[in-house]
């Protein structure tokens, strides 16, 4: 009985003991931050909005937020932490809409930077021969395709959503159906601004300090926080075509997306989806589709069957509509889709762009927004994308009732290999992305378990299988699953994070580098 009496005694003095060493780290943490001199302001106390983000499953609430008016704001604040030297535990989240999966904009006890609040630079847009526009690194992309497109301009390469920041995409790729001829993003970045983990404030871009540009360019926020962007700009168009047509068989739905995405003169947006066991056929969320001839739409019956959407786009100006009409129908005349599945919508460029937006409003309206999305996103190389559609959308995925599942092959010459971005080895890949909503507490196929169970089985069949595949916005929890994500890149990447961020100090909610202590 001694002996408990004296484990319980030891055990209360230790938690008092890491209590008072919480609390003395806490206080000297706000002490510290609280004598900076800012323009903008930290807040100690509405913190819980910088524990969410858009996958719903991970919280991890932070003890401060920075709400950043300026650069140097950002600088002061990562070279104090980085003076207060490896003894500090304080890591640094920037967080840009807070749009991530896995809580990788998020960190436990540390501080969140609000990028959004960044005022500066404001936007600028520089027209003549090489067209760009500079923006703040927290910048919603909706806001700089506003800004452009008062001069006529946009930028090329998009995100599915444009209510996503200009550092969040650039950490990752940015990926959508321009992708397979502008590249990704971060293909079309001249120049960059960026605050290392030391508080350096550097440019960067292809000749100056280019090692620091290519590092953050799909860098996952382990460098530097990007301040300002320099993105090409091309003329933008007044309206799109957007089409959609339909395949009973995966290997014509591909040959043809290939065709495609390798033609010199072809559709300007190029995407897919997958259909499996669903009703109501182009009900989905994702876009605001809406074919000129609705009723042969709804009135089309999939049987049961799988089928594959490839989902096409050509721009246009009105005064250009007749080219444009005969243009579509020579491509379109190479296709070998089911003939009776031909969906033609057109609608201004902005509309275009946007439309994942008003699935947003919508879903918003019925609280069908704020749900986990346990999305999951892969490269696939071509060479395996029969075995893996054959496999996953025969055998795993057996409804797509849960959200979309995209599927479209880009090409790897327009990626840059100096980039952070980890991509498979072939010279066409797939993008794969599942993008699930679950039913909240719900225990059955729509529920967050079942949906989570599945993504472990694709993935452990790629693994099985040696597809040779990468995680698009990856997840792991074990530097070892890193180490062998990045596989030969492994070492640069190590090396970049010692020249640009020793401590450690930033993005820890990536989970790939703990901060040395
Ligand atoms: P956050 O979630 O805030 O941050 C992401 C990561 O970047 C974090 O590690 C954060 O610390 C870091 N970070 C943020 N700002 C900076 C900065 N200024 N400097 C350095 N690091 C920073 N992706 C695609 O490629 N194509 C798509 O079509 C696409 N569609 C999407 C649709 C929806 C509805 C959603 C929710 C996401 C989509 N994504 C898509 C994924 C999206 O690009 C990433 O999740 C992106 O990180 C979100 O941007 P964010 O501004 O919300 O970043």
Not at 34 to 57: I, P
Not at 233 to 258: C, G, H, N
Not at 321 to 333: F, G, K, P
Not at 422 to 436: M, R
């Amino acid at each position: 009985q001694n002996n408990i009496l004296f484990i319980r005694s030891f055990m209360i003095l230790l938690l008092s003991c890491m209590t008072i060493r919480i609390n003395l780290c806490f206080s000297s943490n706000y002490s510290s931050l609280k004598t900076l001199s800012v323009d903008g302001n930290f807040t100690f106390d509405d913190v819980h909005h910088a524990a969410k983000d858009f996958g719903n499953r991970f919280q991890f609430l932070p003890f401060a937020v920075l709400h950043p008016r300026s650069v140097s704001d950002i600088a002061t604040t990562i070279k104090h932490i980085w003076q207060m030297g490896p003894h500090s535990k304080l890591t640094v989240a920037a967080r840009g809409h807070g749009h991530s999966l896995q809580g990788q904009a998020q960190v436990h006890g540390g501080l969140v930077i609000n990028m959004e609040s960044l005022q500066e630079p404001k936007m600028h847009v520089h027209a003549g021969n090489y067209p760009y526009i500079d923006v703040s690194g927290g910048e919603l992309w909706i806001n700089i395709l506003h800004e452009s497109l008062k001069y006529g301009l946009a930028p090329k390469s998009w995100t599915d959503y444009l209510h996503l920041t200009v550092g969040g995409t650039l950490s990752n790729a940015g990926i959508s159906g321009q992708a397979f001829r502008h590249g990704p993003q971060i293909s079309n970045v001249y120049q960059l601004e960026v605050v290392t983990g030391k508080g350096e404030v550097l440019n960067c871009s292809e000749h100056q300090n280019s090692d620091l540009f290519y590092s953050v360019l799909g860098g996952l926020g382990q460098f530097g926080i990007i301040t300002r962007a320099r993105i090409s700009l091309e003329p933008a168009p007044d309206m799109v075509k957007w089409i959609r047509i339909l395949y009973s068989d995966f290997s014509t739905f591909s040959r043809d997306q290939e065709v495609l995405i390798s033609a010199e003169n072809s559709f300007d947006y190029v995407e897919g989806f997958v259909i499996i066991n669903r009703t109501g056929l182009l009900n989905n969320w994702r876009s605001s589709f809406n074919p000129q001839d609705p009723i042969q739409a709804s009135q089309f019956e999939s049987d049961g069957r799988t089928l594959f959407c490839l989902e096409l786009a050509k721009y246009f100006n009105t005064d250009k509509m007749d080219a444009t009409n005969e243009e579509v129908m020579i491509l379109l005349s190479q296709l070998r889709y089911i003939p009776s599945t031909l969906f033609l919508s057109e609608v201004p460029y902005i509309e275009f762009l946007d439309r994942v937006h008003v699935s947003e409003v919508k879903l918003r309206s019925k609280g069908l927004w704020e749900v986990p999305h346990p999305w999951l996103n892969l490269l696939v190389p071509k060479s395996k994308i029969h075995n893996f559609a054959e496999e996953v959308f025969g055998n795993i995925f057996t409804n797509t009732s849960n959200g979309p599942v995209l599927i479209y092959p880009v090409k790897k010459s327009k990626w840059d290999n100096r980039t952070s971005a980890v991509i498979p080895e072939e010279d066409i890949f797939y993008l794969v992305a599942f993008l699930s909503s679950a039913v909240p507490s719900s225990t059955g196929t729509d529920g967050l378990e079942h949906i989570l169970y599945q993504n472990r089985r694709i993935l452990e069949f790629c693994g099985a299988a040696r597809l040779g595949f990468k995680q698009y916005l990856p997840h792991y929890t074990t530097q070892e699953d890193w180490q062998a994500h990045f596989g030969p890149q492994w070492e640069v990447f190590v090396q970049r994070k010692s020249a640009y961020d020793p401590l450690a100090i930033l993005a820890p909610g990536q989970r790939i580098f703990q901060k040395a202590i």
